[in-house]
């Protein structure tokens, strides 16, 4: 099993431009997850969703949009990407139910100048 | 107000030597989690070990063990016997309701020879 994949690792873009982070799971989970870490910030949550179709707002949601067409993929979407999203994202996957921890994917960096 | 609070920033310790890092929570919800999760240089996330609310005993997972106390709110990450392998960012997270985890800002444990 791959776990959970990220693409790409790394991206420079411009202010304005646009771009889609991929991330894939390979173990069948239901609830799926995307965060952003910013130095002295822990992690905050995008986005989230808990099945197919399925998406809602975490707690810092602006500037970005998701989808989740297939169970094995989420897909983060920056429309117009500004220099304040520069960051690390992350994607997370697991399986429903309580106790279940989140496995997570390498990250995505991402710099916007 | 922070749902999570790790107020070390930063914690040294000898190498073989035990060490304790912090959290605090704050919720309502008498149904909650308590997740530890480490992150190294190299930037992957790591689970490490879960407590419930409604577990009676503190979890343990080899060298980590959770030192849980339900009024004080506290779950604090006890690591015995330190390993240089060890020097990592730790952070504490929160699940309430049933899907989402909120983090703590971190503790950076660095483990001298």
């Known amino acids: 099993n791959a776990g959970v994949t990220q693409t790409p690792k790394f991206r420079v873009l411009k202010t304005g431009q646009s771009m889609t982070l991929l991330c894939a799971q390979d173990m069948n989970h239901e609830y799926m997850y995307w965060y952003r870490q910013d130095p002295g910030m822990g992690l905050r949550l995008i986005h989230y969703?808990?099945?197919?179709?399925?998406?809602a707002k975490g707690e810092v949601p602006d500037g970005y949009n998701v989808s989740r067409l297939k169970k094995q993929n989420f897909l983060l979407g920056l429309e117009s990407a500004a220099p304040s999203q520069t960051s690390v994202y992350f994607c997370a996957s697991r399986v429903a139910g309580d106790a279940y921890e989140q496995y997570f994917g390498p990250g995505t960096r991402l710099t916007v100048t | 107000a922070q749902k999570i609070t790790q107020t070390q920033p930063g914690m040294f310790v000898q190498e073989k030597e035990a060490v304790t890092l912090d959290c605090t929570y704050d919720?309502?919800?008498?149904?909650?989690?308590l997740f530890w999760y480490k992150q190294p240089s190299s930037g992957e996330m790591i689970f490490l070990i879960y407590q419930g609310s409604y577990d009676q005993q503190n979890a343990t997972e080899g060298r980590y063990s959770l030192n849980f106390q339900k009024a004080r709110k506290s779950a604090n990450l006890v690591i015995s016997a330190s390993q240089l392998g060890d020097s990592a960012m730790y952070f504490c997270?929160?699940?309430?309701?049933?899907?989402?985890?909120?983090f703590g800002k971190g503790t950076m444990l660095l483990v001298s020879p």
């Open positions: 919720t309502s919800d008498p149904s909650y989690g």
């Open positions: 969703s808990v099945g197919e179709g399925t998406t």
């Open positions: 997270a929160m699940r309430e309701g049933y899907s989402t985890l909120t």
